[in-house]
């Protein structure tokens, strides 16, 4: 992922002559006007006295993918951002005169030396002979250029009949991706523009499709009768995972931040040394589904993997590890990041996750349509509803989507409210009861993690409320991969087939 950087004459010294409203080389000698501070003319700015120019207007695209770059090295071409919105430059320092780079290597550009500047408006650059660069690029807004360029390049450029590597007309274009085995991608800037103040006023950013619901995915519904009479179903969530040592997490005592840090670090373990074990021994005695969605590195533990699979759990996929996401990550990054983490749950636990979570949310646009090649059933990425409902990509096929309730998660009750163990499931019964009462069919995935609904005074807690909510009428507990295809049994448990009825309904009351 590039560097995205706001450019100022410093950081663009190398790449070309930065122009704003400073005054380049002030004291020309020209006679007729007093009040006017002439600079004098660039020294190496040169168009081969057949300078020609344009403007061009350029609009958004959802592709940040870097496929072509260019340079010239017989003139200078020059970008003045013009109107009231930035733009997006991808520029490379020249390596054609770089003398510890071999010859085939002066040939291409150095990727490490590539960035991506925002120029803002009415400013510009007149870049300098051999800067590798691509053409401007939309900040979200349309952005208008004023384009300083040679005949001999534009017409080069036109004269192509489609789009492909070129080296004649002084402009030696090449497509990346027959040059490297990476991709060079650089971040959404509308975050950024809005972030520093560069846009001149808020506009819309659908960084996640025209529905919200990631590049390309549009809504289903799910067909009425789904909960096979019931009004709410609960689907329990436990959150297994792992942080990777030294960095930062969730904290019972955020004011520690002493390095190492030991408090914090150890409330987190204490989920997969004990608290994994205390819910696996209260779902079991409620007679009771629960889905896990592990990080695949906690199941490296052996005592965290024997106890998933003495659980009767359903095993979903939350990704790595929870110190890392997946938004600042590629297409073949994002897809590589899934099926390493389904291939080594599967290794491990025997069996493929069909279910979904990415850690801390950290999704991309594209999240969704992966997860859907991925065989995923069941994603959990979004929190916007009460019901189910079917994410469909044209080409991916389609996924359910499981609203992941934040008003009931362990998380949003204990570590942003404050609850104590009492109020936290007394905040969960009330929210499964006042759905109970509604017009519909309801979902409630209860989100916890093993390190704080896990504690000793929270599983007291959640036994005696989960014990009232199973015996609730109109309300059924099943797993993220039952909850919408299943028939229920008359314990109020979703069950898989018709011959596990009596097993999922033991020692529950009819």
């Known amino acids: ?174 497509r990346l991706s027959e040059q490297w085995d990476f991709t060079l991608r650089f971040p959404d800037p509308r975050p950024f523009i809005q972030k520093h103040g560069l846009a001149p006023q808020p506009f819309p950013v659908p960084l996640m499709g025209q529905e919200g619901y990631g590049a390309g995915m549009h809504r289903e519904e799910v067909a009425a009768g789904w909960a096979k009479g019931k009004k709410v179903v609960v689907v329990p969530v436990v959150n297994v995972e792992v942080f990777v040592p030294g960095s930062r997490g969730p904290a019972i005592q955020p004011h520690l931040q002493s390095t190492p840090e030991v408090a914090n670090r150890g409330w987190r373990d204490y989920g997969n040394t004990r608290g994994l074990k205390r819910l696996v021994e209260m779902f079991k005695e409620l007679g009771l589904p629960a889905t896990a969605v592990i990080n695949s590195e906690a199941v490296k533990d052996e005592d965290v993997a024997k106890v998933l699979k003495g659980s009767g759990w359903e095993f979903g996929a939350h990704g790595l590890n929870n110190s890392s996401g997946a938004s600042h990550m590629s297409r073949q990054e994002e897809e590589a990041y899934f099926k390493q983490t389904l291939d080594d749950l599967q290794e491990t636990l025997g069996s493929r996750p069909q279910t979904w979570l990415t850690p801390g949310f950290s999704v991309t646009e594209r999240t969704p349509e992966i997860a859907a090649k991925a065989g995923i059933q069941a994603l959990l990425d979004f929190v916007d509803d ?79 409320t989960l014990q009232r909510l199973r015996e609730l009428p109109g309300v059924a507990f099943a797993t993220a ?22 097993k999922c309904c033991e020692g529950l009351r009819t």
């Open 481 to 502: 991969a039952q909850a919408p295809r299943r028939r229920v049994g008359a314990c109020g448990v979703f069950q898989r087939a018709r011959r596990g009825a009596r």
């Open 1 to 174: 992922m590039l560097d995205l950087v706001i450019a100022t004459r410093e950081n663009t010294e190398k790449l070309g002559y930065f122009v704003d409203d400073t005054v380049v080389n002030p004291g020309l000698g020209i006679p007729y006007y007093k009040t006017v501070i002439e600079g004098a003319n660039y020294e190496h700015a040169d168009w081969k006295d057949q300078a020609c120019v344009r403007t061009s207007q350029i609009h958004w695209r959802d592709d940040h993918n870097v496929s072509w770059l260019e340079r010239h090295l017989e003139m200078t071409q020059a970008f003045i951002v013009i109107g009231k919105n930035p733009g997006l430059f991808v520029l490379g320092e020249p390596t054609h005169d770089r003398e510890d780079l071999e010859e085939k290597q002066r040939a291409l550009p150095d990727p490490n030396r590539v960035k991506a500047y925002i120029i803002p408006a009415g400013m510009g650059l007149i870049l300098k002979k051999g800067t590798w660069h691509d053409f401007p690029v939309s900040c979200g807004p349309p952005l208008s250029a004023f384009i300083i360029n040679t005949e001999e390049v534009v017409e080069a450029l036109a004269t192509m009949p489609q789009a492909a590597p070129m080296n004649h007309g002084d402009c030696y274009k090449l």
């Open 386 to 464: 009460d019901v189910p409902f079917y994410l469909k990509h044209e080409e991916a096929g389609r996924t359910l989507c499981l609203p992941y309730c934040m008003e009931t998660n362990d998380f949003s009750c204990v570590l942003a409210k404050q609850l104590d163990a009492r109020q936290y499931v007394q905040t969960i019964e009330d929210h499964v009861r006042q759905l109970a009462k509604e017009e519909g069919e309801k979902v409630v995935c209860l989100g916890m993690h093993t390190f704080v609904a896990g504690t000793p005074a929270r599983v007291l807690a959640l036994t005696e």
